[in-house]
T-cell receptor
Framework: EPEVTQTPSHQVTQMGQEVILRCVPI?????FYWYRQILGQKVEFLVS????????KSEIFDDQFSVERPDGSNFTLKIRSTKLEDSAMYFC??????????FGQGTRLTVV | TQLLEQSPQFLSIQEGENLTVYCNSS?????LQWYRQEPGEGPVLLVT?????EVKKLKRLTFQFGDARKDSSLHITAAQTGDTGLYLC??????????????FGTGTRLQVTL
């Protein structure tokens, strides 16, 4: 059964450093998303991506965040200068035209 | 802003008991999805309900979508320890054919003990 794959599973980085979180969505998916979940809190929407551009982004997704899908396969989330409060689980998700969203296993980002 | 409130937030029961989790909103959703999440893992889809009043069953789990498509419930019959986890509802506005985002509920953490 196809699945959404995220790497790395856990990333520890120093404050101020850049991180790139990677996702390989299911091949026939068209819409892609990043969500995050701070420990003990709800899952929050960050950004949606369709047709190689951002469709919608939340207030969380400020200038420090960017997404791209450079090769039509990998879908990445970059945080340019990490802050302590960026520590969270980051989930990639994808969906096709009229299907449910399927989530990856997540990347746990720890900023120290 | 669309908000989804789940209740209860925490539930600790013994194996064999029944329980119901509620997901409520003032907004109308095109569909509503239920996920279960284990610690350190991503949400895993359980079911999608689409039609107002729809009832879906998944073994001992019964999902219902409200008539007005603003709320949903999850009922578990004869809970087992394997049902332990975080249950999330997520509403899909799908107002157009765009990349509409899911709005997640606040979550219900269920613990089932022997």
């Amino acid at each position: 059964e196809p699945e959404v794959t995220q790497t790395p599973s856990h990333q520890v980085t120093q404050m101020g450093q850049e991180v790139i979180l990677r996702c390989v969505p299911i091949s026939n998916h068209l819409y892609f998303y990043w969500y995050r979940q701070i420990l003990g809190q709800k899952v929050e929407f960050l950004v949606s991506f369709y047709n190689n551009e951002i469709s919608e982004k939340s207030e969380i997704f400020d200038d420090q965040f960017s997404v791209e899908r450079p090769d039509g396969s990998n879908f990445t989330l970059k945080i340019r200068s990490t802050k302590l409060e960026d520590s969270a689980m980051y989930f990639c998700a994808g969906r096709s035209w009229n299907t449910e969203a399927f989530f990856g296993q997540g990347t746990r980002l720890t900023v120290v | 802003t669309q908000l989804l409130e789940q209740s209860p937030q925490f539930l600790s029961i013994q194996e064999g008991e029944n329980l119901t989790v509620y997901c409520n909103s003032s907004s109308v959703f095109s569909s509503l999805q239920w996920y279960r999440q284990e610690p350190g893992e991503g949400p895993v889809l359980l079911v999608t309900v689409v039609t107002g009043g729809e009832v879906k069953k998944l073994k001992r789990l019964t999902f219902q979508f409200g008539d007005a498509r603003k709320d949903s419930s999850l009922h578990i019959t004869a809970a087992q320890t394997g049902d332990t986890g975080l249950y999330l509802c997520a509403g899909d506005p799908r107002d157009t054919g765009t990349a509409s985002k899911l709005t997640f509920g606040t979550g219900t953490r269920l613990q089932v003990t022997l």
